[in-house]
């Protein structure tokens, strides 16, 4: 049996948790269905007549899930939210972006929301950007877009445009500027994940589209027109922010500099988020593993930042 | 140099982030024209509860009753993914559930008990004397029959008329759903102290 290199074990797993977290933002929409239909009816016979045979088979399932937990009503309640501020058996997670936008705007902190903060921002100092790989749900949407552009590539000509870092530091000031005078809702029209939980929720629940549809579709064209994943990279305030905090993190990419060939720039081209381990910068990495698969020598690695890590320029 | 380079496109960010409120120059329905909104129970008052609200949508997601949505472009950037809830299409019915889960305490915690009930400050019925069925003579008292505080927040007068306590009521809409004329002879006006309103 061949063996599967660490890169491609990575890509795969990435692709796996957010695909997970895809199919669980859809199913928090859905459990709104079924607290309705269990308050409402509570049989799955009546579930049937009303909405359908194969809403009668996600009642029953969610049925039996939530029982492992309790009563099902009440267990069904502890699960709710999006990306931007989630409850997953009552244990709350907050986003960074949330805190501040709270902490320009309303200056009261609630316990449960703070205390949100130390599970993201424990995952960002250890591995760094890992949620822009891992969990964020429309960044599966912005690598279904790479993949298009490498697959056209050689038919069509994709422009690479860059643009310096200060501009999502630019968006992350303007949109607390916004959130100060408009409302905090504005997010949702510039976070891509926070979009794309709208959307879906939106969908699902209500059967309309949100506004954030739209903003999510502006993004994919940035995507697909100007660069490869150039929202990620340029625009996203939360990945620039946790970029900027996990600059230091503990686990990142390494290089072996013996095996390195000079010549070489591979590693720096496929990077979705324009990090370059060829001088050892591994700032804004996202343990993604891309350049893992790409490297012809095989002279990355992922693992503690060490003695290891040759410091070249 | 990279300096500059960086401050410009600092600056550019910013300039891009203030063209987003021209979204809210887009053409809207009338409807948008209203300036208060039914909130779900246990909110703080209108200014508190927006700048409090993160629109993250947990109230929405744990309605049983499925009466919260969330609002879109049409009330305006302010109100962007805020929660609200439309009475006569589907009224709270005070489960509390959505304060329980609130993560920035826009909502007030709540227990589903009758000192909880009371305690909400959605808004207060109001009857529309002249199209009641009850008040031209015809006795109808559904919207008596739908409260959750009947004989406090609604008493019944000749004909089932309602009369409407501002004391108990607390804004839940469920007369509103209930009532069987159309339009609705008794709405809910989301603002608690009728009395100190102009």
Redesign the interface.
């Known amino acids: 049996m061949r063996k599967l290199d660490t890169g491609k074990k990575l890509l795969a797993l990435s692709i796996f948790t957010r695909f997970s977290v895809l199919i669980l933002l859809c199913l ?2 859905l ?3 079924y ?2 239909l ?2 409402g009816y509570n049989n799955p016979r009546l579930v049937e007549l009303s909405s359908g045979p194969a809403m009668r088979v996600f009642y029953e399932c969610s049925d039996a899930f939530f029982s492992l937990f309790g009563d099902p ?1 009440e267990a ?2 502890t ?4 990306t ?4 997953l058996w009552g244990v ?1 997670f ?1 986003d960074p972006i ?1 805190f501040f ?2 902490l320009v ?2 200056r ?1 902190l ?1 316990w ?2 703070v205390l ?1 903060l130390i599970l993201p921002i424990t995952l960002v100092l250890l591995f760094g950007r890992v949620f822009c790989t891992y969990i964020c749900p429309a960044s599966l949407l912005f690598f279904t877009i790479s993949r298009i552009r490498r697959l056209l590539g050689g038919f069509f000509y994709f422009p690479n445009l860059s ?13 607390l ?2 959130a100060l005078s ?9 976070l891509p994940y926070f979009a794309m ?2 959307t879906i ?2 969908g699902i ?2 059967g ?1 589209i ?2 954030a549809f739209f903003s999510l579709i502006l993004f994919s064209l940035f995507d697909l027109c100007l660069g490869q994943q150039f929202t990620c990279r340029y625009i996203c305030p939360t990945g620039r922010f946790l970029g900027w905090m996990g600059s230091k993190s503990l686990f990142s990419v390494r290089r072996d500099a013996k095996k390195c060939l000079p010549e070489c720039h591979i590693c720096y081209d496929v990077c979705p988020l324009k990090v370059d381990p060829k001088i050892d910068d591994s700032k804004d990495c996202s343990l993604c593993g891309e350049c893992l698969v790409a490297c012809p020598t095989k002279c990355l690695s992922i693992g503690k930042v060490g003695e290891t890590w040759v410091k070249l320029g | 140099m990279e300096r500059r ?14 063209l ?2 021209l ?1 809210d120059k887009l053409p809207k329905p009338i409807s948008s024209r209203l300036k208060k909104y039914l909130r779900p129970p246990g909110a703080k008052p209108e200014k ?1 509860f ?9 109230c ?7 009466c919260i ?5 049409e009330k305006g ?6 929660p609200y809830i439309v009475a006569r299409a589907k009224a709270c019915i005070l489960c509390m ?1 959505c304060t ?2 609130c ?3 826009a909502l007030t915690p709540l227990e589903p008990t009758l000192e909880g009930m009371l305690s909400v400050t959605m808004g207060t019925a109001f009857v529309a004397e002249d199209i009641c069925y009850s008040y031209a003579g015809r006795t109808c008292g559904a919207c008596y029959h739908a409260c959750p505080l009947p004989g406090k927040a609604i008493t019944l007068g000749l004909f089932e008329q309602p009369h409407v306590n501002p004391k108990y009521c607390v804004g839940c809409g469920l007369c509103e759903q209930a009532c069987i004329h159309m339009p609705q002879a008794i709405r809910v006006i989301p603002i608690k102290d009728l009395g100190t309103q102009t």
Do not use: Y
Not at chain 1, 84 to 87: K, N, T, V
């Open positions: 928090l929409g459990w709104t269905e607290l309705n269990k308050m009503l069904a309640q699960f709710g939210g999006m931007w501020s989630i409850r709350p907050t949330a936008s709270i705007r309303d009261s609630e449960g929301f949100g643009l310096s870092k200060g501009f999502a530091w630019g968006i992350l000031v303007g949109g500027l916004l408009f409302g905090h809702g504005i997010w949702i029209l510039i939980g709208q929720f939106h629940a209500f309309t949100s506004v | 380079k960086f401050m410009r496109s600092f600056m550019a960010g910013v300039v891009a982030c203030g987003i409120p979204v508190e927006l700048d409090a609200c993160i629109g993250c949508g947990q929405a997601n744990v309605c049983p009753n499925k949505s969330l609002s879109g472009l950037l302010e109100n962007l993914a805020t559930a329980q889960v993560p920035t305490g």
